[in-house]
């Protein structure tokens, strides 16, 4: 990360401060929204929201399918905040500005993330309309030095090498999984490992393929910068993957992946996500009091 790019503690802290100062809600749980999935706020009780142009030091979502705003409210009895709409490497934003909100949630008081995001399958048994617990994930740009990290580290939010062999939450994944089973949607459940490539351009069939030996799942361009970082926090962290698109493996296939097709079946699945979720943060416990 480059000096310019790097956000000072007293940035994150002003950001907080105005919020808690707008707001009388106390987050325990923060949620970001993947593309299209951002009817998951709109299940929010007494609602507060304030759209991302009005918050100090906030950057502005430019993707279709997030609406750029922050709603608080309460989740069958649990003080959530929500993001209505995330941040991306291939907007231009930096890895600093792309995380800005996670490290504001930690100091919110937020203990707990949950990450969202429209996903393509690479594993050959994942079909469209899918949804994957993300048990790990594959930091392709942090391989090349693009990572949220990189810098003079702040030990106020967290140790210099933070392990990441643990970055989901095991029991928040098995929760999930059990909670599919009261719900009737087992069967378009997985568990599997999700990628995050660069963007904004779908994958090459050679790279598709490439993921595939390599044991990825699911592949998106967004998610890992934000829960390395959660991580870094202390926070636990919970992510799910809704499948909107095949990836193609193959030469000569017709169809194509489209960012219309993504919000489509997210639009179709958005209720669905809602309810898991909702049913999964009513069983969740916290070490403070809400």
């Known amino acids: 990360m480059l000096a310019k790019d790097r956000i ?57 399918g997030h609406a750029g705003r922050l709603v ?27 995380t800005f909100p996670v490290r504001v949630f930690r100091l919110l008081g937020v203990e707990i993330l949950i ?13 469209t309309g899918d ?3 993300i048990k790990d994930h594959i930091n392709v740009p942090g391989f090349s030095g693009q990572h949220p990290l990189c810098g003079p580290n702040d030990e106020r939010f967290g140790t210099r090498f933070p392990s990441m062999s643990d970055a989901y939450d095991r029991g928040l994944c098995k929760l999930t999984m059990d909670l599919s089973k009261e719900l009737g949607c ?12 660069g963007g904004p351009t779908f994958e090459t069939p050679a790279e598709a393929c490439l993921l595939h030996k390599l044991g990825v ?25 809704l499948i909107t698109n095949e990836v193609v493996k193959e030469y000569g296939r017709e169809e194509v992946p489209g960012h ?23 069983r969740m416990e916290f070490s403070t009091a809400c």
């Open 217 to 241: 799942d699911a592949v998106g361009m967004s998610t890992a910068p934000e829960v390395v970082v959660a991580r870094h926090c202390g926070m636990r962290v919970f992510g799910l993957s």
């Open 115 to 127: 990450v969202t995001n429209a996903a393509g399958s690479i594993a050959d048994g994942y079909k």
């Open 8 to 64: 000072c503690y007293e940035t994150y802290q002003e950001t907080a401060d105005w919020l808690l100062a707008s707001t009388k809600h106390r987050p325990k749980v923060g949620i970001i929204c993947g593309s299209g999935l951002g009817l998951l706020a709109e299940a929010l009780q007494n609602q507060e929201s304030f759209k991302y142009a009005n918050i100090p030091n906030f950057p502005q979502s430019t993707v279709q």
């Open 186 to 197: 087992s069967n378009i459940m997985h568990e599997g490992v999700y990628c995050m490539l």
């Open 260 to 282: 219309a097709a993504v919000l489509e079946i997210s639009q179709k699945r958005a209720a669905l996500l809602q309810r898991l979720i909702t049913e999964l943060v009513a």
């Open 131 to 133: 949804i994957m617990v």
């Open 72 to 98: 608080f409210g309460d989740l069958r009895g649990k003080p959530c905040v929500c993001m209505q709409g995330r941040f991306h490497m291939y907007e231009g934003y930096s890895l600093a500005k792309v």
